[in-house]
C-alpha cells in the first residue's frame, strides 16, 4: 500500500513550503512505483491562494481518509488568526489517524496551536524560533536544527529544508537508496552540509530585547576573548540561570551555540580570503586553537577550514567571487 501523504494548507501559504516537499516524495515513486500518493487539503477545501496570489485547488480537510503522513506547510511570516483555533483541533483528530505529523518552516506554529508540540523538540525558520518560543512556552525550539524528529512528530526549518525532511521521511520509509535517488533528481544534496544545523546571520541579528541587544554587541566586540555563560550574565546583569532562559527565547539558540557561530561567522571571510594562518584566525576569534576551529566549523557549517579555503580559491579561479555558501 502506497504511504498517504496529505498537505495541510491555508490562505497565504508559501508555495514552496507545498512543492518541494510534494517533489520530493513524488520523484521517490520514480524508483518505488505507487511508493506514495498525495492529498493536499485545507479546512473547508476549495481553492486556497499562495502568499503570492497563485490558486491551489484542495479536498476538505474532513474527507481526507485515513493516512500516514500529516504536513502542515509554512507561511511568510508567523500564522495568527481566528482561523487556527479550529485548524488546530482538525490537526488534532487528524493527527490521530496518521502514523506522523510534521510542519514546515512557520508551519510549525500551526501546529504548536493543536498541542501536538506540547513538550516536544521543534523547529522552525531561524528569524521566527523566538517568536514560536515566546508564544508556546511548553516546547522546547532549537532554532538551529534544519528539522526534528520527536516521537511520531516532524519539524523543519525554513522553505528548502521541507525537502531535507522530506528525503529524511523517504529514507525512513524506503531506504538510503531511494533517499539518494531523489536527492540526486532535485539536484540537492543528501545530507546537507552543515549535518542538521541552519547558518543564519548572529552578527546582524538584532534581538527584541535590550539586554541581549547589549549582550550580543559585547560579544562581537570580544570574540577573542573568555565569553562564558558566567561572564555574559553578568553583562546583562542578570543570573546565570536567567539569562540562559531570556537569551535562548530571544535568540533561539543556547548562549554557547550562539558564540560559536558569532566566531565562525567572523572567522569566515579570513579563512576564504586565505592571507593568514589557520592558527592565527583561531586565536584571533576565541577558538583557542586551530584543532578547536576545525571541530567548530565541522560542527556547524558542515565543512572543514580547509575545505572553505580551497572553494574560495577555486571559484576565484574560475572568475567568481570568491565565496560559495
Request: aromatic share 8%; net charge neutral.
Amino acid at each position: 500500500m502506497p504511504h498517504h501523504v496529505c498537505f495541510l494548507i491555508y490562505p497565504g501559504f508559501v508555495l514552496l513550503d507545498l512543492s518541494g516537499p510534494l517533489e520530493a516524495f513524488s520523484n521517490a515513486n520514480r524508483a518505488r512505483p505507487s511508493g506514495y500518493r498525495f492529498t493536499v487539503a485545507s479546512l473547508d477545501g476549495g481553492l486556497i491562494s499562495t502568499s503570492d496570489g497563485l490558486q491551489v485547488a484542495t479536498e476538505a480537510l474532513q474527507d481526507v481518509d485515513r493516512l500516514d503522513t500529516l504536513i502542515i506547510v509554512g507561511a511568510p511570516t508567523a500564522p495568527v488568526g481566528d482561523w487556527m483555533t479550529p485548524m488546530a483541533a482538525a490537526i488534532r483528530q487528524l493527527s490521530l489517524r496518521s502514523r506522523r505529523t510534521a510542519s514546515v518552516c512557520t508551519g510549525a506554529f500551526v501546529l504548536a496551536e493543536s498541542g501536538l508540540l506540547d513538550g516536544r523538540v521543534a523547529t522552525t525558520h531561524w528569524n521566527y524560533a523566538p517568536q514560536l518560543q515566546a508564544r508556546y512556552p511548553s516546547l522546547r525550539v532549537d532554532g538551529d536544527r534544519i528539522w526534528t524528529e520527536d516521537g511520531n512528530v516532524w519539524t523543519s526549518a525554513g522553505m528548502s529544508a521541507g525537502i531535507d525532511m522530506a528525503l529524511a521521511m523517504i529514507e525512513q520509509d524506503l531506504g538510503k537508496e531511494v533517499a539518494r535517488f531523489v536527492a540526486r533528481m532535485l539536484v540537492v544534496y543528501y545530507r546537507r552540509p552543515g549535518g542538521q544545523y541552519q547558518f543564519s546571520s548572529l552578527l546582524d541579528f538584532d534581538p527584541g530585547s535590550d539586554r541581549i541587544r547589549k549582550v550580543l554587541s559585547y560579544a562581537r566586540d570580544h570574540l577573542r576573548d573568555d565569553l562564558s555563560v558566567q561572564r555574559l550574565a553578568d553583562v546583562a546583569h542578570m543570573s546565570v540561570r536567567q539569562f540562559g532562559r531570556v537569551f535562548a527565547t530571544a535568540i533561539g539558540v543556547t548562549p554557547a551555540k550562539a558564540i560559536e557561530r558569532l566566531r565562525i561567522e567572523a572567522a569566515r571571510p579570513l579563512i576564504e580570503d586565505g592571507h593568514q594562518s589557520f592558527e592565527e584566525i583561531a586565536r584571533s576569534f576565541g577558538f583557542g586553537d586551530a584543532d578547536h576551529m576545525l571541530r567548530s566549523f565541522v560542527r556547524v557549517v558542515g565543512r572543514t577550514p580547509q575545505e572553505l579555503r580551497r572553494s574560495a580559491r577555486q571559484a576565484k579561479g574560475d572568475g567568481g567571487s570568491g565565496r560559495k555558501a
